[in-house]
Every structure is written in C-alpha cells, then in structure tokens.
C-alpha cells in the first residue's frame, strides 16, 4: 500500500483532489507551536540586536552582547553565573548520572526482589516540585533546626556540620547536590530500560565465555547503553542550562550568598524582570537569552551530529 | 561457595538499594511527620512520629485559615487539565498526519515540530511576555494554559506518531471502503487504539506543568490566577518563621504529586522505560 502511495507521488499530483484534511489535522498544533513557541523565540533573538536609544528601539548590532562580555558590571555578573553554571552541570554529569547508572545495574539484576518498591521510591522526589524541595531542604540543612547536625552526629561526624547554603564557598554545590537528589531517577529510568533491553542471549554467551560480575558490566554492558548515556548527558545539559526554580526557591532571586548561586536563568530572570532596585531590562534580558539559547543550541548540535554519529549502536 | 558469595552479593545490593530509598524518602517523611506536631515537639524532637501529646494541627489551621488555597488549587487544576487536553487533541491530530499521509515537506514539518523538544520554551519568555501584553492576556489563566500547549505539543507529537504509525493500515483502509472520511477514521478508529500512549503522554505533560514556577511567576502574579506552586512559594515566603504553617503547607503541596503517582506510577514508569527503548 505505501507503495502505491508513493509511486503516485512521483508524478505530480493530478488525480488526487487537494487533501485539505491534511491540513486541518495539521493547523491548531502549528498555530499553538509557532505563535507561543517559535515566533517568541526568534522575536527574543531579534530584540537582542535591538535596544532603546533615546527612547525609540534603535538596531544596534551586536552591542548588547558587548556590554554583556565587556562593561564591568554586566560582565561581572554573566561571568559568575555562566562559571557557576558550568560547576552546576559538572556536578550533576559526576555525581548524579554515575549514581543513576549504578542504582540502574543493582535494580536490573536478574530474580532481585522489590524491585518495584525501590524504583517507585526513588523516583518520587522527581516528580515533586522545586519549591517542596528546595524549602524541605533549606528546612533540613538549616542549623536552627538541627537535624542535619544531629544525623552527622550519628555517624560521628557532627564537627563537619556548616550552614552550607549560607556560605559562598559551599552554597552552589549544596544546591546542585539538592537538584541531583531531586532528579537521579531520570537517569536510573532510562539506563534501567537500556540494561532490560539486553537481550538474554547476549548476557549468556558472556558468562559461557567467563565474563561475569563487575567484568561483564563494564564490558558488555556498559558499552550497550552508551547510547542511553548520551541522551541522558544532554537532557542533563539543557536542563541545567535552562534552570531556575531551584535556585530561585532555595536562595532568592538575588541567588546569594553573595552571588555563589547565580546561574543564567536566574540572571535572566532579574536582568529582564527587575528585583528591588535593579529595574527591568528587556533588550539585555533578550541577550541573556540568546547567549542562552546559543550555549543548548551548540550542545545539542554537538550531540546530534557529533556524539550520536560517532557512537556505534548495536541492533539485535 | 557459589552459593555463599550471591547471598552475599543480594544482600550488598539490598542494603544498598535501601540506603538510596531512605535517603529519597526521609526529606518527605520528615516533612509530613512534622507538620502534625507543635512547635516545641518540631525543635525538640524533629525526628519522631507524633504522639498523642505532641499532636497538633496549629499548622494547617494557619494555613488553611491565611492563605486562598483552595483558589490556588483550583487555578493549577483547571490550567493543567486544559493544556493537556489541547496538547492530546492538537498533538493526536499534528501525529496523524504526519504519520498517516505522504505530502511534500512532511519530514521538515516534524523536523520544525521536533525543536521545542530540545530547545526549552522559557527561552523565548521576553516576547512571550511582550505578545501576552499586547493580547491582553497577563494575568489569565488563558495565557499559561497557551504557553503549556506550546511547550507540550513537541514532545507528544513524537511519541504519538510513533505509536500511531503501528495501527494497522488493513484497519483504517477497511473504514475507507465502507466510506469513512478521514475524520471518522481518526476519531472512532484510531484515538481508541492509542489510548494507552495519549496516558503516557499525559502523565509527561501534566508534571511539569503542576511544577511549573517559572511562567506563573511572570505571566500570572495576580491573586485570583496564582497556582499553587506560585502560591505556597509566596506563602512560604511570608510564613519563613512559622515553621507549623511552613510544614503544613509543603505536606498539603506534596499531597496531590503523591496521589496521583500512587495511581499513574505504573503509567509513568512503562512509559519512560518504552520512550527510552527507541
């Protein structure tokens, strides 16, 4: 049949009355898509060459972006949270997608038992939002309260206690490791589904062959659900590029102490909206985001055409 | 000795699967068993269950009593029912045709249809703001309903036309002789087969969009449009040192995440575990 179809194709379409149904399948979701989605986006591209000059909208190139990288005071702040979001996305690739790899290989043993229980579990703090977590954590680490000392006590380690968020040189790794808490489950999940789709075969013939235990996973595992690894390494790098709630619940708009928590979302958020003194800026505000937008364009063209090619896939 | 070293080895994988799950599960735990107590029990013994001399609901009194919950919640619950609907009805008919029909620039469109899965929607937040106030729609829930379509459609497209194009030709081109249209086929042959995807779908649109602080924040601050994750971020705000009332409305704010997991969890999990498969 879609033979057929497509060999009716070749010729220009005569016989075929114009299929406006097509088309009305097609029309609400473009309309959506293209008015809320992709016209703003590159309407935010275009105000980023644009900025008031004498009170009219004036096309000025790219001196936005220049006094973005360059004049003192904006340079300051873009530097500081373009660094502190590049530590924000090195902690989650080292500490939450390791520990959502592991968790997947304990949970995809053969005949283990609750199972079900464990993943369920450990998912759940995905699904809650950012301001539950991150006030039950300022809540927990918080030295009024007490409980983080007390547990560090039960392992005899009530001398390391500190009020991390409240000290620039821990705060960011505090809340990077509060997003890793909230979402190791993403990459458990998806490495969880990769190891089940090993085929059984593939598994016996390594242990007639003698690779079993630690052997076998970094072995014949591992390099199976590479594939899986790079797609959950992007998804972590475009939501750290874009994050916001986190640091906005936890530590203000201002993502204090002193500045240690600020990242590109919440820089954008109080560069295009105001807070306190600062007032609103739309044309900085839209270049905010257009660096924004190159930085995730750039990983995710670096992934599709680069990582993802270059990775062999294995078909069963 | 074969035998031994697995026990061994299960038991290591228990212990440490049980590690992570208390460490998942103790913040919410500890959370709720809190917020029934009193405020000396809350400093005194932040880590017991309630008894019955520590019992107390001073904090969801407060709660219940100073901020507008019950707006709040039925803001968030008619924004997310909307959007999803509109995401599956608009993404169920963008996936059929793409899946169902050869047509010049098919493979563009779901190419065009495919950036919003990769390139987030907050990106283009200035303009959106900017087109918001020039409709007229600040502060309504029309405007986050629009935006969370937009920022939905993307990904339920992909997985819907993946499912879809599994429905059997033989079926839909038997509805064409007996002289369906298009729309009939559509409607009554396949959204009833896909059923089990358009819940996978949304379960995936509905948690960020619960969650969402973001374009509430900007686009819907006012306080009869305020959902409940803006709405417990303000109250929380306020409340910082009424640590009942604190307690009290974060457990209230894990309660629906927490009911609906219980009953879709299967759902999400077979869903996330089949997605990641392609």
Redesign the interface.
């Known amino acids: 049949?879609?033979n057929a179809?497509?060999l009716q194709?070749g010729q220009p379409a005569v016989r075929r009355p114009k299929?406006w149904?097509?088309l009305?399948?097609?029309l609400?979701?473009?309309l959506?898509?293209s008015?809320?989605?992709?016209?703003?986006?590159i309407?935010?591209l275009r105000?980023s060459l644009y900025n008031t000059v004498d009170g009219q909208p004036t096309f000025v190139g790219l001196a936005n972006f220049q006094v973005l990288f360059g004049e003192e005071r904006w340079a300051h702040d873009f530097w500081n949270a373009l660094k502190n979001n590049v530590i924000f996305f090195i902690i989650h690739m080292c500490v939450q997608n390791p520990?959502g790899v592991?968790?997947a290989a304990?949970?995809s043993?053969p005949k283990?038992r609750?199972v079900t229980?464990?993943?369920?579990?450990?998912?759940?703090?995905t699904?809650?939002?950012?301001?539950?977590v991150g006030?039950?954590?300022k809540?927990?680490l918080s030295p009024i309260?007490?409980?983080a000392p007390?547990m560090l006590d039960l392992v005899g380690l009530k001398s390391m206690f500190a009020p991390w968020l409240g000290k620039p040189g821990s705060a960011l790794i505090a809340v990077s490791l509060i997003s890793v808490?909230q979402y190791?489950g993403i990459p458990m999940?998806?490495i969880?589904?990769?190891l089940?789709?090993i085929p059984d075969e593939v598994i016996e013939a390594a242990e007639c062959d003698g690779v079993t235990g630690w052997s076998q996973f970094w072995k014949i595992k591992l390099p199976l659900i590479l594939p899986?690894i790079g797609?959950i390494s992007?998804l972590t790098f475009?939501g750290n590029f874009?994050a916001?709630?986190l640091v906005?619940?936890v530590q203000g708009a201002l993502a204090g102490p002193d500045g240690s928590t600020d990242i590109l979302?919440t820089l954008?958020?109080r560069t295009?909206?105001g807070f306190q003194l600062q007032l609103g800026d739309?044309s900085m505000?839209?270049t905010i985001?257009t660096v924004?937008?190159l930085i995730?364009?750039a990983g995710?063209s670096l992934y599709l055409f680069v990582i993802q090619r270059r990775m062999r896939r294995y078909q069963f | 000795m074969q035998a031994r070293h697995s026990i061994f080895r299960t038991g290591f994988v228990h212990a440490a699967l049980i590690a992570y799950t208390l460490i998942s599960l103790f913040p919410v735990f500890l959370t709720v068993i809190n917020s029934f107590k009193d405020r000396n029990a809350i400093f005194r013994a932040p880590l017991t269950v309630p008894t019955p001399e520590t019992f107390s609901l001073i904090g969801y009194q407060t709660v219940l009593g100073q901020g507008d919950f019950a707006t709040y919640f039925q803001n968030s619950f008619i924004v997310t029912v909307v959007a999803i609907a509109l995401v599956l009805l608009f993404g169920a008919m963008a996936a059929f045709a793409l899946s169902e029909y050869r047509f010049r620039g098919n493979t563009l469109m779901g190419l065009y249809l495919a950036i919003g899965i990769m390139i987030p929607i907050r990106l283009g937040t200035v303009a959106i703001l900017q087109g918001m106030v020039a409709a007229n729609l600040v502060n309504t829930l029309t405007a986050l309903i629009l935006v969370y379509t937009a920022q939905g459609l993307p990904l339920a497209v992909f997985i819907l036309s993946e499912f879809m194009r599994t429905v059997s030709d033989d079926l839909k081109n038997a509805g064409r002789i007996d002289g369906l249209s298009e729309y009939s086929i559509f409607f009554r042959l396949v959204l009833p087969l896909i059923r089990p995807a358009m819940a996978t779908v949304a379960v995936f649109t509905m948690i960020p969009i619960w969650n969402d602080l973001w374009f509430p924040l900007i686009l819907a601050p006012a306080e009869a449009t305020k959902t409940v994750t803006l709405g417990s971020q303000i109250f929380i705000g306020q409340f910082v040192t009424n640590w009942n009332a604190v307690l009290a409305a974060l457990s209230l704010a894990i309660l629906p995440v927490l009911v609906l997991y219980v009953i879709f969890s299967r759902q999400l999990i077979r869903g996330i575990t089949a997605g990641a498969v392609k």
């Not at chain 1, 008015?35 to 986006?41: E, Y």
């Not at chain 1, 229980?117 to 703090?125: E, G, H, K, S, V």
């Not at chain 1, 699904?127 to 539950?132: A, G, H, K, R, W």
């Open positions: 049949m879609s179809t497509s194709e299929r149904h097509i009305i399948f097609l609400p979701a473009l959506v898509y008015a809320v989605m992709i016209l703003p986006l309407e935010t105000l520990i592991a968790l304990m949970l043993i283990l609750f229980f464990y993943r369920t579990a450990i998912f759940l703090p699904l809650l939002s950012f301001v539950i006030f039950i954590w809540l927990i309260w007490g409980v007390w808490w190791v999940m998806l969880y589904a990769a089940l789709n899986a797609i992007i475009v874009n916001f709630d906005y619940t979302g954008l958020y295009f909206f739309r505000g839209a985001a924004m937008f995730i364009l995710v």
